[in-house]
């Protein structure tokens, strides 16, 4: 049995495709996890999800590539060519193209689940690599946070082609997180910013660098726990989010509701224009928040904690 818990950006998105620093955290409250059965000699391996309609054969040209590839990227590094007798079954309570990061976790839980039934194991390092070989073909030109945070499961400070910064965070802090539903494909939003920054380079160049900037303070806020300064940080950032033309009505609104019903902040977090929100609330504020995005169309309402 293998697990992969999804992925919040709490600062970043966007800019850190662009070199820019952001700052992620798993989010436990949703998950894939992966078993394994064995099969009679000679049946191969095949796959058992909700999203399919019945098992699928490793071999099967319908299987999507979301679940072919990290298997085939997984027996690679093995140097396994023949299937091995298993059947892999996958149950996930994370919603697809919400901004949690299903397919870095789905891809980690089934890699995971490789190794097992190999006996085999994999350092982090590895796992994290093969990983962000199949974020390509989601997101295209992905930055690594997504895969980063899901397989070291700690917050990030994260910086593309740099070594990692885990954070600590000293004092716990509650966040709403909204699902919208609606949602935007990753690769499409990111293509669009990319697009933008060829169109636009000055501007949107000091646009990155302002959101770097406000990466920079939300890491000292986070660990020094000044939770004023980070709500703050939150409406700065999502309001350059706006500027990338990344977010939409609803998540505006969401956001402005959060705000009057007492949250510190509120932005977008992940690839934007739907996904999902996030909102600093404290224990006094939240019931109130809470009921505002639900009653301002969101589609569910998590509440996690951050440190
Ligand atoms: C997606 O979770 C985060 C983005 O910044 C894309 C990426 O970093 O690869 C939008």
Redesign the pocket.
């Known amino acids: 049995m293998a697990t992969a818990f999804g ?1 919040l ?1 709490l600062f ?6 662009h070199g820019q620093p ?1 700052i992620a955290i798993p989010l436990r409250a949703v998950q894939v996890s992966t078993s394994i059965t064995p099969r009679p000699q000679g049946d191969g391996l095949w796959i058992t999800s909700k999203q399919l309609e019945h098992p699928l054969s490793l071999s099967d040209t319908q299987l999507p590539d979301a679940l072919r590839y990290p298997i085939e990227l997984a027996l690679r590094h093995f140097n396994i060519t023949q299937q091995p007798n298993i059947e892999v079954t996958i149950s996930s309570t994370i919603p697809m193209a919400s ?1 949690f ?1 299903s397919g870095a976790a789905l891809a980690k839980a089934l890699i995971d689940t490789i190794a097992d039934a190999l006996h085999q194991t994999i350092d982090p390092d590895a796992l994290n690599q093969l990983v962000y070989e199949v ?1 390509k073909i989601h ?1 295209g ?6 895969n980063t945070v899901i397989v070291y499961e700690h917050p990030i400070y994260f910086v593309k082609d740099q070594p990692i910064e885990p954070i600590n965070i000293s004092t716990p802090m509650t966040l709403l997180v909204a699902t919208l539903p609606h949602a935007t494909s ?1 690769y499409i ?2 293509g669009d910013v990319n697009r933008l920054y060829e169109n636009e380079p000055e501007h949107i160049s000091i646009v990155f660098h302002s959101i770097g900037d406000i990466v920079r303070t939300a890491r000292q806020a986070l660990q020094n726990g000044d939770p004023l300064l980070l709500g703050k940080l939150m409406l700065d950032n999502h309001h350059y989010l706006q500027t990338l033309t990344v977010s939409d009505e609803q998540l505006d609104q969401l956001c402005y509701e959060a705000i009057n019903a007492g949250a510190l902040g509120a932005k977008l977090s ?3 224009r739907g996904g999902n929100m996030i909102a600093l609330v404290t224990d006094s504020t939240k019931a109130n928040v809470k009921a505002a995005l639900l009653a301002n169309g969101a589609a569910t309402v998590i509440e996690t904690q951050i440190g």
């Open positions: 992925k950006i970043g998105e966007h800019a850190v495709v952001s901004g990061g974020e997101h030109t992905p930055s690594g946070i997504d990753t939003t990111v992940g690839g934007g």
